[in-house]
């Protein structure tokens, strides 16, 4: 018989580990810094696909989501956005009961609030995770005590609360992290401890203990990301499992003092594209996590293929959920979750980005700040350059009221000059180099004292380059 909708938080449940040591023991390849201010960290992308926070934090028309990837370095506003998807989520299982809204909880807490690096004692905490498929790294929100140092405590606590629901006749279990729950009370009482080094392992255990045999209903979330049947077994032996028609796995048991449960979630490598109906751009996930690529060659998007993941991708020894390219084995493909700041990451392949430079790949001299998305230097003589190859080649930077005039030169030789001046702020510009000769070239944008009588600065900034016009 499958038991109504009525899918509640549970009330009486206790977690045995705090959220801080949760996170730790969410994602053990993270380093944990305990006893230390800052809080932990560890994971992913929230699935733009089911209308998640959108790009410079609103809800845009989807067919833009592909074009706001390049535009913006604020894809997603990561402690916020993790905190609005765990209520909205629960709420959503307490009211219909499905167990399909765990799959945003899950990826919200791996891509999303595990994905933060370190946060500095001012409170700075990591605001916007962006997704370029130029290239990104993750860096400092910024501003101190944004609206994300607050949401984040708040989202870590939650997770407690994100692991457990309660069903009439006994316990959903939603997420796949080490705790333990006690259902029931008095000599009925169940106590259920979850083991687990998931997502590095493809698994979990229960250990049921209770004073006298109990007869309780256990389920668990079918995620959406697997790649086979899962399979249970009860005190060793194989223990079948049904789905509900709201997407639980159930077993039904008397439960008795020292019981067991091993249950395998097969996990494997798939392309998530933005798009049902394209291609590109995608993200590679494992199971929930969503991988990154490190490349120092640009986007690696035309050195993987999307229906060959499993066996292009070879583990790196040592190294969870760690691979690299067979083909290019410097190209390492890695969870989203893992990247420190500053270190440089594709997580959307995407053709379209190929012949694009990014900024990464530009060297400066000069005190350059990175804005994530471009460097940006006030101080005259400061400069930024890049190797290109080919006839044309496009800068790309933006205009600001606070912009200033840049000197451009081609191999040494000045081919003119940029005005990164507009009365508004953050507008898209480019300026265009053709009949430079085929070959090598280095083109390199120097800071001047020069400006527009309006601007309010000299600040010049470089996104990159484009090549092909
Ligand atoms: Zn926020």
Redesign the pocket.
């Known amino acids: 018989m499958v038991p109504g909708p009525v899918v509640g938080p549970l009330s009486n449940y206790r977690v045995e580990l705090s959220p801080v040591a949760f996170v730790d023991r969410l994602v053990p390849a993270v380093k944990i810094l305990k006893n230390r201010p800052d809080p932990p960290h560890a994971a992913r992308v929230p699935d733009a696909r089911k209308g998640g926070f959108g790009p410079d934090e609103s809800l845009v028309d989807p067919n833009r989501l592909a074009a706001m990837l390049e535009d913006t370095d604020a894809t997603y506003?990561t402690?916020?956005?993790s905190w609005a998807i765990f209520k909205l989520c629960k709420h959503l299982i307490s009211l219909t009961g499905d167990a399909q809204y765990g799959d945003w909880i899950e990826q919200a807490a791996y891509n999303g609030l595990a994905a933060t690096p370190p946060i500095p004692t001012a409170g700075n905490v990591f605001?916007y995770s962006n997704y370029n498929p130029y290239g990104a790294s993750k860096r400092d929100g910024g501003a101190a005590w944004?609206?994300?140092a607050g949401?984040r405590p708040m989202a870590l606590a939650d997770v407690c609360d994100l692991i457990y629901f309660s069903a009439p006749d006994g316990l959903c279990v939603n997420l796949f992290v080490p705790s333990t729950v006690t259902v029931g009370s008095g000599s009925s009482a169940l106590s259920i401890r979850q083991e687990t080094r998931f997502p590095e392992a493809p698994s979990t255990s229960f250990e049921f203990h209770c004073g006298r045999p109990v007869k309780q209903t256990i389920r668990f979330r079918r995620p959406g990301w697997l790649a086979g049947q899962v399979s249970a077994r009860l005190d060793g032996a194989p223990a079948p499992l049904t789905v509900d028609s709201h997407g639980w796995l159930v077993l039904r048991h008397t439960w008795r003092d020292g019981d067991r449960i091993d249950l395998t979630l097969p996990m494997g490598f798939r392309s998530a594209p933005l798009y049902a109906d394209k291609p590109y751009p995608t993200a590679v996930t494992i199971g929930p996590v969503t991988m990154a690529f490190r490349s120092d060659r640009g986007n690696p998007v035309s050195k993987i293929g999307l229906t060959s993941l499993g066996s292009e991708l070879v583990p790196s020894q040592g190294e969870p959920l760690t691979y690299h390219l067979q083909s290019a084995p410097d190209i390492l493909a890695r969870p989203f979750y893992a990247y420190k700041e500053g270190e440089e990451y594709y997580m959307y392949l995407d053709p379209s980005a190929l012949g694009r430079i990014s900024h990464y790949h530009m060297r400066t001299n000069g005190p350059w700040h990175d804005s994530g998305n471009h460097y940006y230097c006030n101080v005259p003589g400061a400069w930024c350059e890049g190797d290109f190859e080919g006839d044309a080649v496009t800068l790309l930077g933006f205009k600001y009221d606070d912009g200033g005039r840049g000197e451009v030169q081609v191999d040494g030789r000045v081919v003119g000059t940029i005005d990164e001046y507009a009365s508004g702020r953050d507008i898209p510009a480019e300026w265009t180099y053709r009949g430079l000769g085929t070959g090598k070239h280095v083109i390199r944008v120097t800071v001047t004292n020069a400006k527009a009588p309006e601007s309010k600065d000299v600040y010049i900034n470089i996104a990159g380059l484009r090549l092909k016009g």
């Open positions: 506003e402690q916020c956005g605001y944004s609206c994300c949401t």
